[in-house]
T-cell receptor, first 110, second 117 residues
Framework: RKEVEQDPGPFNVPEGATVAFNCTYS??????FFWYRQDCRKEPKLLMSVYSSGNEDGRFTAQLNRASQYISLLIRDSKLSDSATYLC???????????FGTGTSLTVIP | ETGVTQSPTHLIKTRGQQVTLRCSSQ?????VSWYQQALGQGPQFIFQ???????GRGNFPPRFSGLQFPNYSSELNVNALELDDSALYLC????????????????FGPGTRLTVL
């Protein structure tokens, strides 16, 4: 069983749309949670950390439900520049080892 | 730019050969993690080094090995290459950033794209 399950998409949405990504994780001992963004043929870059209380960064809102072992990312007012793959990440172990989902591909269409 | 560098950028090898990939961590970071990313997949955790010791390993066979040097740079070695080893290999560092511990966040290098023929 994979540590992190994520819908690979693709999601094709018009500019200005609201889009939501979800993922689930299997290990209840998971300690930290993140969303990373990866552009085509580039390295992953941190988009935001995810907290149980929910957190917002501009147009992006992340939510964590520990009881359901579920993580979400909401993007409002989508921009063309939001087109990328969004990776759900959980961290485990003493060294905070990262386990990634498959990634969800988003294309924002003009 | 994260300050994490990797070399080489691209590499082509044939089955059965051995390869060494290199990573220089960001200044102040003493932890390096290696990941394999196959096409269309998320990165998969290979192993992590903390202060020159292996500090966790993912589900990869022993022909994947590594080490970390006193300056915290790191190498990933893969022996007896197989076609399925073709992937982007990512290195990520963590540690102290701007004077505070940021082990929670990992900073990725640009990766080495390995092709095995």
């Amino acid at each position: 069983r994979k540590e992190v399950e994520q819908d690979p998409g693709p999601f094709n949405v018009p500019e200005g749309a609201t889009v939501a990504f979800n993922c689930t994780y299997s290990n209840s001992a998971s300690q930290s949670f993140f969303w990373y963004r990866q552009d085509c043929r580039k390295e992953p870059k941190l988009l935001m950390s995810v907290y149980s209380s929910g957190n917002e960064d501009g147009r992006f809102t992340a939510q964590l439900n520990r009881a359901s072992q579920y993580i979400s990312l909401l993007i409002r007012d989508s921009k063309l520049s939001d087109s990328a793959t969004y990776l759900c990440v959980v961290a485990l172990g003493t060294g905070n080892q990262f386990y990634f989902g498959t990634g969800t591909s988003l294309t924002v269409i003009p | 730019e994260t300050g994490v560098t990797q070399s080489p950028t691209h590499l082509i090898k044939t089955r059965g050969q051995q390869v060494t990939l290199r990573c220089s961590s960001q200044s102040g970071h003493n932890t390096v993690s290696w990941y394999q990313q196959a096409l269309g997949q998320g990165p998969q955790f290979i192993f992590q080094y903390y202060r020159e010791e292996e500090n966790g390993r993912g589900n990869f066979p022993p022909r994947f090995s590594g080490l970390q040097f006193p300056n915290y740079s790191s190498e990933l070695n893969v022996n007896a290459l197989e076609l399925d080893d073709s992937a982007l290999y990512l290195c990520a560092s963590s540690g102290w950033t701007s004077g505070r511990p940021t082990y929670n966040e990992q900073f990725f290098g640009p990766g080495t794209r390995l092709t095995v023929l």
